[in-house]
């Protein structure tokens, strides 16, 4: 079994690939590999798509390699190969990005990715740092995590769901802020979970080991 890391230059991998090797060794979940080639794309068993950065950026630079996308969404779509989007990796699983202008995203879960705004203006954006999971549906990815875990943000920008019942869980930062989504194959993390130790660690896990 074969689990990629899709490189589209958003962002340092590295950590990423290490937690994601570190938890595949241990639950013997095959290997992980970091590429651009759609080739390796269509062919994996699970896909993980990280960003960081801003929302047109991102789609822009996902798009410039091309038959990436199409290879991600075909093995999404028709083969049901299970998919991780990590932070705005997850923001564009989304209808639409309206970071600096209006972008289209995959359109993979319904809604749009919107600037937060915290009621209380004391609050800081971006919203970077440590908070609490509130779960909001059951989920595999959750399986032996606390209610309250504490997971790592760093994002001035969150994703606003159409359907609540694609919305797993969320955090409070002033405002209400969706922290995982999932509908299907696909699951989206705002938080990184390669930077929230045991928590993360073991959705990592759960991910790696999970059928949909």
């Known amino acids: 079994m074969t689990t990629v890391i899709v490189d589209y230059q958003s962002g340092n991998l590295h950590s990423a690939q290490k937690a994601f090797q570190r938890m595949a060794a241990e639950t013997d979940a095959g290997d992980v ?60 699983l989304a209808t639409w990005g309206r970071e600096y202008r209006d972008t289209p995203g995959f ?54 769901v159409d359907d609540p019942a694609d919305r797993i869980a969320h955090v409070d930062y002033g405002t209400d802020i969706t922290a995982i989504i999932a509908k299907g194959p696909v699951i989206g993390m705002q938080f990184h979970p390669e930077k929230s130790q045991s928590a993360g660690l073991r959705m990592i896990a759960n991910f790696l080991t999970w059928t949909p």
């Not at 794309?41 to 993980?48: K, L, P, S, T």
């Not at 990715?113 to 203006?121: C, G, L, Q, R, Y």
């Open 33 to 92: 590999i970091v590429t651009s080639s759609p080739d390796d794309v269509a062919r994996a068993d699970r896909i993980v798509l990280p960003g960081d950065g801003a929302f047109p950026a991102c789609r822009e630079g996902l798009a410039s390699y091309d038959g990436l996308f199409e290879a991600m969404n075909e093995a999404v779509h028709k083969r049901g190969v299970p998919f991780l989007g990590i932070c705005v990796g997850m923001q564009l």
């Open 107 to 160: 359109d993979w879960i319904g809604g749009e990715v919107v600037k937060i705004e915290p009621d209380d203006a004391s609050m800081k954006v971006p919203h970077m740092g440590w908070n609490e999971l509130a779960f909001d549906n059951p989920h595999a990815i959750l399986d032996g995590v606390e209610q309250g875990a504490h997971a790592y943000f760093v994002h001035s920008y969150h994703f606003r």
